[in-house]
């Protein structure tokens, strides 16, 4: 662990910051031990494909109202930043089939447009600290960033794990949603989230960093170096020696939604709307330890390696 009062004055030297920080390049240690692994700062000019990759169409959230698309107006780097735009625009959804009964294909037409992207095929992540130094959407009616990580294992979700870095809902704009998502038991599809929230004033006025460190007994959550929630690695086993999810990598997400069933619905003429969901950083550590400590578990299961 870094010591905390270095870590409070480089904490507060990037929160001065509206934008970005006077330092292009990322630190490539950290008091603790931590040394820079991966990450993107976002100072080209385009998404980098071989970090990120764009979703595109609807993909989840029955009751969204986003349709991703890959377009330079919903999805660009841009002054150092990384900017997922959300427009009001009646759009296709790429995944569209006529008659099919699942709702995320059935849907022909979204009255909105957005931008994710994620490192499914690019990097996945397992045991660190993850940084994400990012200002939220303003306050229109219906947006829903996150900064989210998915496990990437055998299992379909809940039971594949999730962890929220960071989601934010426009009924609650200065509120930091930090969740745990997992099955009761590794066969059941209920979610058993766990999670804590913290109220940050004019949270979007602002960057703020949002921050996971993660070792084979726990995950903790924070934003701007104050926890929010962290899960005890060891109460996450399923039954019958099924697994850990928690033990397994996950990949990132980064985007910025519209509705949904646990969002607000957006309005119908766009008032509000476009608003800029803005990245500055992303940055993965580890040291020595959570280096070996990750290749002590299956990948696909969770499970120390025989």
């Known amino acids: 662990m870094m010591k905390k009062g270095l870590f409070a004055v ?10 970005k920080g006077e330092n292009v390049n990322p630190p490539k240690t950290l008091p603790g031990g931590w040394v820079y692994v991966w990450g993107d700062e976002f100072n080209g000019t385009k998404v980098n494909p ?51 009964a699942e709702w995320i294909k059935n849907t022909k037409f979204m009255p909105y447009t957005s931008g994710s992207v994620s490192t ?9 600290r993850l940084e994400v130094r990012a ?6 009616k219906g947006i ?26 426009s009924q609650q704009p200065d509120v930091v949603y930090s969740t745990f998502h997992l099955s009761p038991d590794g066969v059941s599809k209920k979610d058993a989230s766990r999670g804590g929230t913290v109220k940050i004033n004019n949270l979007s006025d602002h960057f703020h960093i949002y921050v996971m460190e993660w070792d084979k007994d726990s995950i903790k959550l924070m934003v701007d170096d104050k926890l929010v929630k962290s899960i005890d690695l060891n109460t996450t086993n399923y ?8 033990r397994t990598p996950f990949y990132l997400i980064l985007n910025s939604a519209v509705g949904g069933n646990w969002c607000e619905k957006a309005p119908q003429d766009g008032t509000g709307y476009p608003v800029e969901f803005l990245i500055d950083y992303v940055r993965f550590y580890q040291t020595k ?18």
Request: charged residues 25%; glycine residues 8%.
């Open 144 to 169: 829903w960033p996150a900064i989210w990580l998915l496990g990437k294992n055998k299992w379909g979700w809940p039971t594949n794990g999730e962890i929220d870095m960071m989601e934010n809902i």
């Open 50 to 100: 071989k970090k990120w990759q764009p979703e595109l169409g609807v993909v989840r959230n029955q009751g969204s109202q986003q349709t991703y698309t890959a377009r330079p107006k919903n999805l660009r780097v841009k002054d150092g930043n990384l900017v997922l735009e959300t427009h009001f625009e009646k759009f296709a959804n790429i995944n569209y089939k006529k008659s099919n």
């Open 10 to 19: 480089l904490l507060a030297a990037c929160l001065c910051t509206s934008g």
């Open 135 to 140: 200002k939220l959407p303003n306050k229109a």
């Open 239 to 246: 039954a019958n020696g099924a697994g850990n999810p928690f």
């Open 120 to 128: 499914l095929k690019t990097k996945t992540f397992l045991f660190g």
């Open 289 to 306: 330890e959570h280096m070996e400590q990750a290749k002590q578990f299956d990948p696909e299961t969770g499970l120390p390696k025989k």
